[in-house]
Every structure is written in C-alpha cells, then in structure tokens.
C-alpha cells in the first residue's frame, strides 16, 4: 500500500522559512516523479512544484520561484520543501503527491502538513 | 498558463440520481501524438486528500466504481455520476497535466 506522509509544518511570521519532508512507502520511489500541491483553507488546489525521477529536473508555478526549493534523496524514500521568504498567501495545507504515467498525473496523496504563516 | 473552469460550482442531487460536472480549459490539452487528452479528475471527501479518478479524460482508475465515467475532448469535459451515492458528497476538481504549470479547476461541490 502507497503512503506518503508529510510533517514540518507549523506557524511561521512572514518572511520566515521551513522545510517540508515527505516520507515514501509501499512503492518504488526512485521510479516516480513527485510534487507538491497545497490548499488554502476553504480553497481549491493549487500545485506547487514537481521533480523528476532523478532530481535533475524540477518546476515550479510562477508565485514560488526562487523562493521555494524541491529535492528528494532516493536512498531514503524522501521528498523535501524548502520554502523561504513566506507570505501570508503561502498559508495552506501542503500535500505530497506521487506522479504516475506522467509527472502531473497524481495518483496518490499524502494527508498534508499545514503551513500558517502570520504575525 | 491553462485555465480550467468548472460548472456549476455545487449541485445537489438526490441520492441514485445522476450528477453531471462539466470543466472547460482554455486551451487544448490533447496531444496529437498520442491522441490522448491530459484532463483528470479528483474527488475530494471532506477532510480527506484528494483520490484520483479519472485519467485521460476517459480512464477510470483502478477500483473506481463504474458509476463514474469522463466524456469529452480537446477543450470540453464531462464527468458524470450515474446513481450518486452517500460517499460521493465531495468536492471534484478537473486538472490538466498537458503543460505547466499544471492547473486545477475550482472544484465543484457536490451535495445530497
């Protein structure tokens, strides 16, 4: 059984960083591409950032560049979030999802670790 | 960037009636070379993580009910529900993944 599970998040003042783990399961995750897509609350999804098979490739949706980081080792099944410089509007629940057939199709989910940023 | 536009924005169907949610993208996620149309659909139980549905449009993922199906092509789609049951109270999102940044619709709730 795929899990995917989240954790690092937690309330941050604006301008503040955290990094976001997400810890694999129950498949091969070195042949998976993964991404993050969040929610705000009482909103719809917005994805966030993709990274290939081998970390060589990765995008991001125009509100996060150079602000947000993606990367994964493949030795311990883990997908990471850097994300600096936070705003009030990165407030949401973050999720981890796992690629399938293509990088953008996510047939799995993790059960999101929440980010609040706020003075 | 690729707009996808959901409606209605909810519907309420009475239970065994049949739920219809139309998505419209503003350009065409169909790519020729494999005739196949990067258009999925999620459903979203309160609460919960979203769960994968429908993929190419048309596919029903594996141990999705045969109540479900996806229509359509190009810039129009269609998923339907043909008997709604208790379980399908939730909130379904359309999402292209034919260029990114790959974008969802707003979601449609969907309500007894």
């Known amino acids: 059984e795929v899990q995917l599970v989240e954790s690092g998040g937690g309330l941050v003042q604006p301008g503040g960083s955290l990094r976001l783990s997400c810890v694999a399961s129950?498949?091969?995750?070195?042949?998976?591409?993964m991404s993050w897509v969040r929610q705000a609350p009482g909103k719809g999804l917005e994805w966030v950032s993709s990274?290939?098979?081998?970390?060589?490739?990765?995008y991001f949706t125009d509100s996060v560049k150079g602000r947000f980081t993606i990367s994964r080792d493949n030795s311990k099944n883990m997908l990471f979030l850097q994300i600096n410089s936070l705003r009030v509007e990165d407030t949401a629940l973050y999720y981890c999802?796992?690629?399938?057939?293509?990088?953008?199709?996510?047939?799995?989910w993790g059960q999101g670790t929440l980010v609040t940023v706020s003075s | 960037d690729i707009v996808m536009t959901q409606s209605p924005d909810s519907l309420a169907v009475s239970l065994g009636e049949r739920a219809t949610i139309n998505c419209k993208s503003s350009q065409s996620v169909l790519y020729s070379s494999s005739n196949k149309n990067y258009l999925t659909w999620y459903r979203q139980k309160p609460g919960q993580p979203p769960e994968l549905l429908i993929y190419?449009?048309?596919t029903r993922q594996s141990g999705v009910p045969d109540r479900f199906s996806g229509s359509g092509s190009g810039t129009d789609f269609t998923l339907t529900i043909s008997s709604l049951q208790s379980e399908d109270v939730a909130v379904y999102y359309c999402?292209?993944?034919?260029?990114?940044?790959?974008?969802f619709g707003q979601g449609t709730k969907v309500e007894i």
């Open positions: 999402q292209q993944s034919y260029s990114p940044p790959w974008t």
């Open positions: 129950g498949f091969t995750f070195s042949s998976y591409a």
């Open positions: 190419w449009a048309s």
């Open positions: 999802a796992k690629g399938w057939l293509t990088t953008a199709l996510f047939d799995s």
């Open positions: 990274i290939s098979v081998s970390g060589a490739n990765t």
